[in-house]
């Protein structure tokens, strides 16, 4: 029996991966190359169930909410839309980490399976 990955979890990495497609479309350098590798191999095993790829993904967006919460800081005293745009964009990584956290429903997928023994 396949088992599905919860919808947002689902709809938040794979629009990563249409960001970065978006990325290569517009501008190819090689580290954008590499997060699309990278990215794509981590969703990859995330949307398969795997715990490990669910902590590495929880880690990344953690740190790009603190590295934005920094530039919301950096830009509050000049330019006030770029602040907002970054505390907005902070919220929304808090968010997303904490249904990674806390959503049942991604315990639930990242749990193994049970094995039947073919009886």
Do not use: E
């Not at 000049?78 to 249904?99: E, K, M, P, R």
């Not at 959503?103 to 399976?113: D, G, I, N, R, W």
């Amino acid at each position: 029996m396949s088992r599905k990955p919860p919808l947002p979890l689902a709809l938040i990495s794979i629009g990563y991966l249409a960001y970065l497609i978006w990325q290569l479309a517009t501008d190819a350098t090689p580290a954008v190359w590499v997060r699309f590798l990278l990215a794509t191999l981590l969703v990859f095993f995330l949307l398969r169930g795997s715990r490990v790829a669910g902590i590495i993904w929880f880690i990344c967006n953690l740190l790009a909410a603190l590295i934005t919460a920094a530039a919301t800081f950096r830009f509050a005293q000049s330019d006030l839309t770029a602040a907002a745009t970054f505390a907005a964009i902070t919220a929304v990584l808090l968010t997303h980490c904490g249904y990674l956290f806390f959503s049942p429903a991604v315990k639930q997928f990242q749990s193994p399976v049970p094995q039947s023994d073919g009886r």
